[in-house]
């Protein structure tokens, strides 16, 4: 494994914030629990989104559909007959390659001729579903270009990534799948929606939940696991204004994003080969390790899902557009981010490990809105006087900031510790206090520290962790 990312997960778990599932047992596979800590930053993270994306807007209501749902949802969706993965087992190095994954790793060693008409042939199979032809024609590559030395398998495996489950019934056959995305609760919940909160065309339906997809290959941390959560917004306009649209929430997404991260470690990719509910999308990608990785995705679904269902269902899901007297299914685009991914790429990006005179300093450098713990507070010794104050100060600040009370170890030790945990104030309450009311506030990436009266204490905070004014601007 890689070392930095070794760095990564040793922190993650050390300070509470990601553990491996029921490590006890040596863990599951690619299925991970959050701790203290990371279900604190987690739930910042969701509020951001959802403070951006529903309740700043008065276009957008939220949802929170099942995670199970009848077996048609995804016979009408295309998951049942497409959501599927084509692998090889290479007998050569014992490994798994997913199949466009395979196919680039042989493109991108420089003695291939004539890539472009390859690339043609490749995705022509692939969009097509043949299959046998994919594999003969992989193998042929192979052989012309000698690398049979490195790559030798028989057949193309094809395997559909929903979780199967029973359900009780008389009946055994009766089975249902965890869902892959959160989008298709959404379709399925249009009318219900739109009729009960009397919404307008164009609206949004938005969501946060988990999603399941038995990744064949799933590493990396987090970055990719058999259970994630996603938040997904499904914004439904009237057909023909889907540029307009897509670019509006293309901008919106990444305003919300460089908020989190700088901009530069950002980048975009325009999706040639479209899933198959997908008329065009766009990733937001996010430079972890050196490598730009898929973060969240926006799509131009058309009407894909919403026919579909119409027509499985025989409900009737179409709008009536009163102006033009005619009627339409809406068209959509979709914003959907992996939340354990953006988790991942805020936690890499802030572990800053420095020199300073020969010490070595660690630290997390979250933004400060996201940190799980906001304050902590600081009795310098163990004084009555100065533990009373400390305490006192901690019940007043509680309510308005998560914040956590400390007196255990010398000062040096509890700041270190904060650090790690990514906390951006410290209090720590002394002898001084005892004669002008005034505690010391050490920031956490610079490590100074100012001093402040005790009663203006909240005002003071709440100003720093104020971030009103970007949903003003950003919506
Ligand atoms: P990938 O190409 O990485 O498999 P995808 O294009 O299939 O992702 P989408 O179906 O567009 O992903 O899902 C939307 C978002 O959900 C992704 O951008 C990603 O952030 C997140 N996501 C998808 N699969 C996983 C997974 N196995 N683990 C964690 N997050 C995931």
Not at 267 to 289: R, V
Not at 363 to 372: E, M, N, Q
Request: glycine share 2%; with cysteine.
């Amino acid at each position: 494994m890689d070392n930095k990312l070794k760095i990564i997960i040793n922190h993650a778990k050390l300070y509470g914030f990601i553990f491996k599932s029921s490590e006890i047992y040596n863990g599951i596979k690619s299925i991970y629990d959050y701790g203290p800590q990371g279900i604190e930053m987690k739930n910042n993270i969701k509020k951001f989104w959802w403070n951006y994306m529903v309740k700043y807007r008065d276009n957008i209501v939220g949802i929170e559909s099942s995670i199970l749902m009848n077996n048609k949802v995804w016979k009408a969706s295309g998951h049942i007959n497409n959501f599927n993965e084509l692998f090889i087992i290479n007998y050569i190095d014992n490994k798994i390659y997913i199949i466009d994954k395979l196919f680039y790793k042989i493109i991108n060693k420089k003695i291939i001729e004539n890539k472009k008409k390859i690339k043609l042939i490749f995705y022509y199979y692939l969009k097509n579903k043949k299959i046998n032809k994919l594999n003969l024609f992989l193998k042929k590559i192979i052989k012309k270009n000698n690398l049979s030395k490195k790559f030798k398998w028989k057949n193309i495996n094809n395997i559909n990534l929903m979780f199967k489950t029973k359900l009780n019934s008389l009946n055994n056959e009766k089975f249902t799948y965890l869902r892959p995305e959160t989008a298709q609760g959404i379709f399925v919940n249009i009318k219900n929606v739109k009729n009960s909160n009397r919404l307008k065309i164009p609206f949004g339906i938005a969501q946060i939940g988990k999603s399941f997809r038995n990744e064949i290959i799933s590493k990396q941390f987090i970055f990719r696991t058999r259970e994630f959560e996603q938040m997904e917004m499904q914004f439904f306009i009237y057909p023909g204004q889907e540029k307009k649209w897509y670019k509006y929430w293309l901008k919106s997404r990444l305003k919300w994003h460089y908020y989190l991260i700088n901009k530069k470690k950002y980048k975009l990719k325009i999706h040639k080969n479209l899933s198959h509910y997908c008329k065009f999308a766009t990733d937001i990608e996010f430079k972890i390790f050196n490598k730009f990785k898929e973060l969240e995705g926006i799509h131009f679904r058309k009407n894909y899902d919403l026919k579909n269902h119409n027509k499985l269902s025989k409900k009737n899901l179409y709008f009536y557009d009163n102006k033009e007297k005619n009627k339409y299914i809406p068209y959509v685009i979709e914003t959907s981010l992996g939340l354990d991914r953006l988790f991942y790429s805020i936690f890499t990006n802030s572990l800053k490990i420095e020199n300073i005179n020969n010490k070595k300093r660690i630290y997390l450098k979250l933004p400060k809105f996201i940190s799980p713990i906001k304050i902590a507070i600081f009795p310098i010794i163990k004084n009555t006087q100065i533990i009373n104050i400390s305490k006192n100060i901690f019940n007043n600040l509680k309510y308005n900031f998560t914040t956590i009370y400390d007196e255990n170890k010398s000062i040096g030790k509890r700041y270190k510790i904060q650090d790690s945990l990514g906390t951006p104030y410290c209090i720590t309450i002394d002898f001084i206090t005892l004669k002008n009311n005034t505690v010391t506030i050490r920031f956490r990436d610079t490590m100074k520290q100012i001093r402040c009266k005790i009663n203006k204490l909240i005002k003071y905070f709440k100003k720093k962790f104020d971030i009103s004014l970007f949903f003003k601007n950003n919506i």
